[in-house]
């Protein structure tokens, strides 16, 4: 079993940063594929970035391309996600998943643990 407990959401305006962090707990976290998915108020929920076991391989829904990176530090059970740029429109609940089996993909059933979710607002 794994626990993700994401942290780093909050306030900004449009133009600025943020970095998300989702801790993991156990010892396997450096053998899981890590994403990142948001769900706006009134939306599906949506995938936003995803990164290898290795962090050799990263992928990124078109909207945060070139805006958003993931990163991951397994000495330490992270996986972060760092925001800049930002639009009113990445407001969202962000959540980190876990995937203990594939290279990160774009699709929720992927996945197998979750974290609660971190709010991000970005005011215009």
């Known amino acids: 079993q794994?626990?993700?407990?994401e942290s780093g959401g909050g306030l900004v305006q449009a133009g600025g940063s943020l970095r998300l962090s989702c801790a993991a707990s156990g010892r396997t976290f450096r053998t899981?594929?890590?994403g990142w998915f948001?769900?706006?108020p009134g939306k599906e929920r949506e995938f936003v970035t995803a990164i290898n076991w290795t962090g050799s391989s990263t992928y990124y829904a078109d909207s945060v391309k070139g805006?958003?990176?993931?990163?991951r530090d397994n000495a330490k059970n992270t996986v972060y996600l760092q925001m800049n740029s930002l639009k009113p429109e990445d407001t969202a609940v962000y959540y980190c998943a876990a995937d203990r089996w594939g290279a990160g993909g774009a699709a929720e059933y992927e996945y197998d643990y979750w974290g609660q979710g971190t709010q991000v607002t970005v005011s215009s």
């Open 2 to 5: 794994v626990q993700l407990v």
């Open 32 to 34: 899981y594929a890590m």
């Open 38 to 40: 948001r769900q706006a």
């Open 67 to 71: 805006r958003f990176t993931i990163s």
